[in-house]
């Protein structure tokens, strides 16, 4: 296997990554892929978008939203098939666990409100975990995304596990 990685992927989480694969035995190459951020060289036509948590992934619906939804379409115009694989950690491993998430924009503080003291949520507007995982449904019915989840010290072997899945489907027939 040999797997192509974006030049845009941030420094550190690269860095971390990159020893994955060497551990793994994994050849690697940068350069800046048309959508996603990692992909197996003998299939163009899967890429894996990897997200540091699943506030990023809230980033990319809400504040990006315009952006995201473009590069969702022109993958699926180009044949693109997208995996998000998402880093956020041991309690989320599957879409259906994005319902009991915790919006930590979404939490509860003390505040003097007017000499009161009172609690107060940051954010009121930010989404639950409920409404993510609808928007994620959407975004998987729509554009034909996956999601998976992993933590940060398994996502180089992830990687390799999604690449390599979706090779041995393709060379069976199934993809």
């Not at 995304?145 to 992993?150: A, L, M, P, Q, V």
């Amino acid at each position: 296997m040999f797997i192509l990685c974006d030049t845009r992927e941030h420094k550190t989480e690269w860095d971390r990554i990159k020893k994955q694969f060497d551990v793994l035995g994994i050849q690697y190459d940068r350069c800046k892929l048309y959508c996603g951020d990692y992909q197996d060289v003998s299939n163009s036509r899967l890429v894996i978008d990897r997200k540091k948590d699943l506030q990023e992934i809230c980033g990319n619906v809400c504040q990006q939203h315009e952006r995201f939804q473009k590069e969702l379409m022109r993958a699926r115009e180009a044949g693109i098939h997208i995996v998000i694989l998402c880093e956020h950690g041991e309690d989320i491993k599957s879409l259906e666990d994005v319902k009991t998430w915790q919006n930590p924009r979404r939490q509860l503080r003390i505040a003097w409100v007017n000499g009161h003291r009172q609690k107060v949520v940051d954010s009121p507007n930010a989404l639950t975990g409920e409404q993510l995982y609808k928007t994620l449904t959407t975004i998987h019915d729509r554009y034909n995304i996956d999601f998976e989840f992993c933590t940060k010290q398994e996502t180089g072997k992830r990687i390799v596990e999604i690449l390599t899945r979706s090779k041995d489907d393709k060379e069976s027939g199934r993809n």
